[in-house]
Nanobody, 121 residues
Framework: QVQLVESGGGSVQAGGSLRLSCGVSGYRSILAWFRQAPGKKREGVATIRARDITLYADSVKGRFTISQDNAKNTLYLQMNNLRPEDTAMYYC??????????????????WGQGTQVTVSS
């Protein structure tokens, strides 16, 4: 079993920054951040796996950075230059697959409870 607990959401103005954290316990091969805005499908934001190989959605490339601290069992998402369209509930997720894609939320059986990010214009 993998357990995940997010923190760090909040409200910021456009152009601002936030850092999300996710405490992780249990074996996993891939960690990810997803987000879901009201009335929209869950969207993959970024993934990270062994040797810190990362993958980003085009919409966040150059603005968001996913990282992990294995000693602290913590996953991070540094979000810079935030835009109103980044407003969503953000979830960390874990998989034990060899590969799990940003467009496949079903590849991730373990999810945190979510943390809200609101960006005002």
């Amino acid at each position: 079993q993998v357990q995940l607990v997010e923190s760090g959401g909040g409200s910021v103005q456009a152009g601002g920054s936030l850092r999300l954290s996710c405490g992780v316990s249990g074996y996993r091969s891939i960690l990810a951040w997803f987000r879901q805005a009201p009335g929209k499908k869950r969207e993959g934001v970024a993934t990270i796996r062994a040797r810190d190989i990362t993958l980003y959605a085009d919409s966040v490339k150059g603005r968001f950075t996913i990282s992990q601290d294995n000693a602290k069992n913590t996953l991070y998402l540094q979000m810079n230059n935030l835009r109103p369209e980044d407003t969503a509930m953000y979830y960390c997720a874990a998989s034990r697959l060899v590969f799990a894609g940003l467009d496949s939320p079903t590849d991730f059986p373990y999810w945190g409870q979510g943390t809200q990010v609101t960006v005002s214009s």
